[in-house]
């Protein structure tokens, strides 16, 4: 996938006021807070468990 594809790609996401946007820029935000965020939180504030 070309650089200029990903360019257009995320100008469509978050500056387009289209339905379909918004959907799939709450998608996006969704699976970066659940897979990236919060386990990254959760990292930092409990550690990793010492067996």
């Known amino acids: ?3 200029t594809k990903i ?3 995320w100008k469509w996401i978050w500056q ?3 339905i379909l946007s918004w959907v799939v820029a709450l998608a996006v935000i969704y ?3 659940k897979f ?3 386990p990254g939180l959760s990292l ?3 550690g990793t468990p010492n067996c």
Request: glycine share 0%; hydrophobic share 60%.
């Open 36 to 38: 990236i965020f919060f």
């Open 16 to 18: 387009s006021d289209s």
């Open 7 to 9: 360019k257009k790609a």
């Open 44 to 46: 930092i504030v409990y």
């Open 31 to 33: 699976i970066i807070v």
């Open 1 to 3: 996938m070309s650089f």
